[in-house]
């Protein structure tokens, strides 16, 4: 069974039908806050098609978050070698990069 949404949850930042970049951060930056996310489950799960400029904007507004490159395969099975994978440090790990 698929979940109704109000008028008001649709407008909200975090529901992914918003596809602002403001939007994008929030949904971005609550994923973070639950464990790392990579760029392939960004865009399936958060509707964020370019991950790395969001990511970019939230380091820019201080946000410790981190980047590693790992292998994934993508929701078709095919093999990608470098994916990123972002999560959120601490202010100190931020600094000593």
Do not use: C, F, W
């Given at each position: ?59 820019e507004a201080g ?21 990123a994978q972002y ?11």
């Amino acid at each position: 069974m698929k979940k109704t949404t109000s008028p008001e949850e649709e407008r909200s930042p975090s529901h992914g039908h918003d596809t602002s970049a403001a939007a994008q951060r929030v949904r971005l930056l609550e994923r973070l806050r639950l464990g790392p996310v990579d760029t392939i489950t960004a865009r399936r799960e958060l509707n964020i098609m370019a991950p790395a400029p969001r990511v970019k904007e939230l380091r820019e507004a201080g946000y410790p978050i981190h980047t590693h490159l790992i292998r994934l395969n993508d929701d078709q099975g095919r093999p990608h070698r470098r994916v990123a994978q972002y999560y959120l440090g601490t202010v100190q790990q931020l600094s000593q990069e």
